[in-house]
């Protein structure tokens, strides 16, 4: 395209995108409509295709097949440059040779604003950094960076922000720290962040909707509460928490419970917790052994007794492969 996108706004859409190399599809038939002002999520593991995904909505790659639009604009294949959207990289990308001003006001003075001053101030002070305006990159703890990279992206005011495993290169307490100051900023702010990590607790401490991601498509969409309440696939429940899946059958319904059956055990769950598509099923528990004031801890293949409240039971597909999404061996699982 030979038009200028800088002004279009709106959701992002991207509708049926494909993306090969060769015989491989790094994302297969991609649907996906990105919220103007929200936090999403891209979240999977390495090879899922949410890299890709970004790349192709910055401009760097180019479907091979489908479509980008920003609001009505079509930006499929518009230039990097031209479109409005900024990205924040995990290595930051700071200028050395620039102190911090002059990082952040690079991009309004390619713009051709000459008085950038009030800008610049207004994002050091929102990433509470003025006092090391003067300084170097290097003269700068790798937190205080990443908010400068931040700075810098958020300071041209773009209609999206594009986050590439921006937290990856922190220790864990810092990048605790900076979830909650990235969702606190992108509130402030009112820009739609587009957030890609393999990183399950980033994303379901900073996103409002979160994509999980596996082999080019999109396993499941939703809320960080109703993917991990939820899980429509053994691979999301693996993948968001700790979960033992216990073989069963579906022996019968009552009103809007179904009636399964774990191993001669007949316990009642809610149908709208259910995801089979036969009488075969999985169903989730998680059990932990808690710090029992001295008592001796068990010994594996000790007998014990457990119990659940089965509404809090859901029912995944008895033809999955019980280990997607984990790196469980299969061998382990069946010993446990």
Same mark, same amino acid.
């Given at each position: 395209?030979?038009? %200028?996108?800088? $002004?279009?706004?709106?959701?992002?859409?991207?509708?049926?995108? $494909?993306?090969?190399?060769?015989?491989?599809?790094?994302?297969?038939?991609?649907?996906?409509?990105?919220?103007?002002?929200?936090?999403?999520?891209? +979240? !999977?593991?390495? !090879?899922?295709?949410?890299?890709?995904?970004?790349?192709?909505?910055?401009?760097?790659? #180019?479907?091979?097949?489908?479509?980008?639009? &920003?609001?009505?604009?079509?930006?499929?294949?518009?230039?990097?440059?031209?479109?409005?959207?900024?990205?924040?990289?995990?290595?930051?990308?700071?200028?050395?040779?620039?102190?911090?001003?002059?990082?952040?006001?690079?991009?309004?003075?390619?713009?051709?604003?000459?008085?950038?001053?009030?800008?610049?101030?207004?994002? +050091?002070?929102?990433?509470?950094?003025?006092? +090391?305006?003067?300084?170097?990159?290097?003269?700068?703890? !790798?937190?205080?960076?990443?908010?400068?990279? &931040?700075?810098?992206?958020?300071?041209?005011?773009?209609?999206?922000? &594009? &986050? %590439?495993?921006?937290?990856?290169?922190?220790?864990?307490?810092?990048?605790?720290?900076?979830?909650?100051?990235?969702?606190?900023?992108?509130?402030?702010?009112?820009?739609?962040?587009?957030?890609?990590?393999?990183?399950?607790?980033?994303?379901?401490?900073?996103?409002?909707?979160?994509?999980?991601?596996?082999?080019?498509?999109?396993?499941?969409?939703?809320?960080?509460?109703?993917?991990?309440?939820?899980? #429509?696939?053994?691979?999301?429940?693996?993948?968001?928490?700790?979960?033992?899946?216990?073989?069963?059958?579906?022996?019968?319904?009552? !009103? %809007?419970?179904?009636?399964?059956?774990?191993?001669?055990?007949?316990?009642?769950?809610?149908?709208?917790?259910?995801?089979?598509?036969?009488?075969?099923?999985?169903?989730?528990?998680?059990?932990?052994?808690?710090?029992?004031?001295?008592?001796?801890?068990?010994?594996?293949?000790?007998?014990?007794?457990?119990?659940?409240?089965?509404?809090?039971?859901?029912?995944?597909?008895?033809? #999955?492969?019980?280990?997607?999404?984990?790196?469980?061996?299969?061998?382990?699982?069946?010993? #446990?």
């Amino acid at each position: 395209m030979s038009f %200028d996108a800088s $002004t279009a706004r709106g959701d992002l859409i991207l509708t049926r995108i $494909t993306k090969e190399y060769g015989d491989f599809k790094a994302v297969d038939d991609l649907t996906l409509t990105i919220p103007k002002g929200s936090f999403f999520a891209l +979240l !999977g593991p390495y !090879g899922c295709g949410k890299t890709t995904t970004l790349r192709m909505i910055a401009g760097l790659e #180019e479907p091979t097949v489908g479509s980008i639009h &920003l609001g009505e604009t079509d930006i499929t294949t518009t230039k990097p440059y031209q479109r409005p959207i900024n990205t924040v990289f995990q290595n930051y990308a700071l200028f050395p040779h620039l102190t911090i001003f002059e990082n952040i006001a690079f991009g309004l003075r390619r713009r051709g604003i000459k008085d950038v001053d009030a800008e610049v101030n207004k994002v +050091l002070n929102l990433v509470e950094l003025p006092h +090391l305006a003067g300084r170097k990159p290097t003269q700068l703890s !790798g937190g205080q960076q990443q908010r400068i990279a &931040l700075a810098r992206a958020i300071v041209n005011r773009p209609a999206l922000l &594009l &986050l %590439d495993e921006p937290l990856g290169a922190l220790d864990l307490k810092l990048r605790r720290q900076m979830q909650i100051e990235l969702k606190w900023i992108q509130k402030e702010v009112g820009l739609t962040f587009v957030h890609v990590t393999h990183d399950q607790e980033e994303a379901m401490t900073m996103a409002d909707t979160i994509a999980v991601m596996n082999e080019g498509q999109i396993e499941q969409m939703g809320s960080p509460a109703d993917l991990y309440d939820n899980p #429509e696939t053994a691979f999301v429940a693996n993948f968001l928490g700790q979960s033992n899946l216990i073989k069963g059958t579906i022996s019968g319904n009552d !009103g %809007d419970s179904i009636i399964a059956d774990l191993y001669g055990q007949k316990i009642s769950l809610p149908k709208k917790r259910s995801h089979a598509v036969d009488n075969s099923i999985y169903a989730e528990l998680i059990v932990f052994e808690q710090n029992d004031d001295g008592v001796a801890p068990f010994n594996k293949g000790d007998a014990v007794n457990i119990s659940w409240n089965p509404i809090f039971t859901f029912a995944l597909r008895g033809d #999955e492969d019980v280990t997607a999404g984990s790196e469980v061996n299969p061998e382990v699982l069946d010993e #446990e």
